[in-house]
């Protein structure tokens, strides 16, 4: 059964993306390349300069290709720290728009970094340990400064996931800060909650340390769950 109503009409810049994202999947254009001149895109599509300028700009939003002043685009090397910060306008919208989203966001932290903590238990070189305690005494030092605060509590965080040993891992931890920042906060404004922090911490680092992976994914899901009731309660006390 065919369906009704009109068919969209393309725009010319979009026949503009296609033609260069088959070069690009083809292997033609390489990660890393730069296109040819504008002149020489008009001739080879038959197109004038404002089809292939809105195809580049389109390009260029969605991280596909980098255009700087004076020179000729770029085919972007990805990397999953570019291609999660893509999507960091839309989160943030979202989370803004519509709240309930964070409460999703909080559940889908738990289950991806308990798992994280659980491989880190795992894969843990005493280096590695190192680091983590490192991490905690930075933070222990920005006691007295919410921002730096929360970068190093940040920076413990996707250390943990940087130790899991998948590359994707540390950049959606950040990317889950850094579209919920506003979460965070009020929670490390609360009486004692930064002192806190720094216990759980250590407790992780000590389960990781272990390599115990029950251990390390309860310390991180207790963490993480103390956090989100406290931010509960805050939310409650500041509406009543």
């Not at 990660?31 to 404002?50: A, K, S």
């Amino acid at each position: 059964m065919q369906s009704t109503g009109p068919i969209q009409k393309r725009k010319l810049y979009q026949d503009v993306v296609d033609r260069l994202m088959q070069r690009i999947q083809s292997g033609e254009i390489q990660p890393g390349d730069q296109l040819p001149p504008e002149r020489e895109l008009m001739d080879q599509f038959g197109v004038g300069r404002p089809a292939v300028r809105e195809a580049l700009q389109s390009m260029e939003r969605s991280g596909i290709l980098e255009i700087s002043h004076g020179e000729r685009a770029r085919v972007v090397v990805p990397t999953a720290d570019g291609l999660i910060r893509q999507m960091a306008s839309g989160a943030r919208h979202l989370l803004n728009t519509q709240p309930d989203t964070l409460e999703h966001l909080k559940q889908a932290r738990i289950f991806l970094e308990a798992g994280m903590a659980r491989l880190a238990a795992q894969n843990a070189t005493q280096q590695d340990v190192g680091l983590l305690r490192q991490r905690i005494e930075e933070q222990r030092a920005s006691l007295s400064t919410l921002e730096q605060f929360l970068v190093c509590d940040m920076a413990f965080h996707r250390e943990v996931a940087r130790i899991s040993g998948n590359p994707i891992f540390p950049a959606i931890v950040e990317a889950i800060f850094r579209w919920s920042s506003d979460y965070y906060e009020p929670l490390v404004r609360a009486p004692g909650a930064e002192r806190v922090t720094l216990v759980e911490h250590a407790l992780l680092v000590d389960a990781i340390e272990a390599h115990d992976g029950d251990a390390a994914e309860a310390a991180l899901r207790a963490h993480l769950t103390r956090s989100n009731e406290l931010y509960t309660r805050i939310e409650q006390e500041r509406k009543a």
